[in-house]
């Protein structure tokens, strides 16, 4: 986790530099002008200038001085918890690790945690499920690298858990290394159900860990693993949500999440197609570059079928198939070559 710490008294600043010894993670320390003296520091002038300057730039912020100092400066760039960096309060005694913004994705009360270790102080957090000592799912999702979907109703799952009613975790024993989930889950007091108990467990709400898409009639979120690995080729010029429309296509077709997309991969030729790099942006996933010799090596091994037409435009009679094999480190496919408007598909699992 990157850190800055930001004081604006000279015992601020001493905190900050004894705060940055102590932490294991990276901590670049602010301190306002004229205080500070000797420390090795950045200075400035305006707080609320310099928060609008690195508010996106650190994972964590930590605010020695008043609490209303720091809401106040951060008020205007407060966006999504999915987004927002970790924000702690501490005061110039360190006393108090106050854990402020993005508590559970952002790792705000993790943090609070770890200062209050580092310097005696008292982390206080009022997160409904971590006060009453409760299973959380974004906690679980962060722990194990798993995507919320839908995350609107994140909201009202953990309203059932704070409300004491009873929520349960299911795993889908299809994925590949369910083991270790089950595992990462039960040292956090989770245990997960098989997901084949999904309809009979009597449960207020359910927490599903599975790429695939199910159809449910009690309240519930999926945590979504990385399993999918999408071969991409596509004409010149198709834009972002031509391919985005048939990324969509192809996992309806196989019953699985998008959220579950791994990488995305195509040939060198097709490495600067600006809607190929939105896609892989806004997904926030890998885009795989292979060259043509990688790909027909895999045509080659694996006898896929080729186009003249392709083999004349790009120099390799097929994109999707051998990028998604490549990409996804695997002998078989889930999808094979799948014809989506201007853009060929093809899917397999990421090994």
């Avoid at 799952?157 to 595992?183: M, P």
């Avoid at 695939?212 to 834009?239: E, F, W």
Wanted: net charge neutral.
């Amino acid at each position: 986790m990157k850190i800055a710490i930001l004081a604006v008294t000279d015992g601020g600043a001493g905190l900050a530099a004894k705060l940055s010894l102590k932490l294991t993670d990276r901590a670049d320390i602010y301190v306002k002008s004229g205080r500070g003296a000797g420390l090795e520091a950045h200075s400035y002038d305006s707080l609320s200038d310099l928060v609008n300057e690195i508010y996106l730039l650190y994972d964590g912020l930590v605010f020695i001085m008043a609490t209303g100092i720091a809401v106040r400066v951060l008020a205007p760039h407060i966006g999504d918890k999915r987004s927002d960096p970790a924000v702690v309060v501490l005061d110039e005694a360190g006393e108090f690790a106050i854990s402020l913004l993005s508590g559970h994705i952002g790792g705000a009360n993790e943090l609070a945690r770890t200062i209050g270790q580092a310097i005696g102080a008292r982390p206080v957090i009022t997160t409904a499920t971590d006060v009453g000592g409760l299973p959380a799912a974004d906690i679980l999702a962060v722990k194990l690298g798993l995507v919320i979907e839908p995350f609107n109703k994140l909201k009202a799952l953990n309203a059932a858990s704070a409300n004491r009613q009873k929520v349960a975790f299911f795993i889908d024993h299809e994925l590949t290394g369910w083991k270790n989930y089950y595992l990462a889950a039960a040292d956090m007091g989770i245990t997960l159900v098989d997901m084949d108990q999904l309809r009979t467990l009597d449960c207020a709400a359910a927490v599903v860990i599975s790429d695939k898409q199910l159809s449910l009639d009690k309240n519930h979120i999926y945590l979504r693993p990385a399993t999918l690995a999408v071969g991409i080729g596509c004409r010149k010029g198709t834009s972002s949500n031509e391919i985005q429309a048939a990324l969509t296509d192809v996992c309806a077709r196989l019953g699985r999440s998008t959220k579950s997309i791994a990488i995305i991969a195509t040939v060198t030729a097709k490495q600067g197609e600006a809607g190929l790099l939105t896609v892989a942006r806004q997904l926030k996933i890998q885009l795989k570059i292979f060259t043509n010799e990688e790909l027909q090596k895999c045509i080659e091994e694996h006898q896929l079928a080729v186009s003249d037409f392709v083999q004349k435009q790009i120099g390799v009679g097929n994109v999707c198939e051998p990028a998604a094999l490549l990409a996804g480190r695997t002998e078989k496919f889930l999808l094979r070559r799948t014809i989506c408007g201007k853009i060929t598909l093809a899917v397999t699992e990421v090994r």
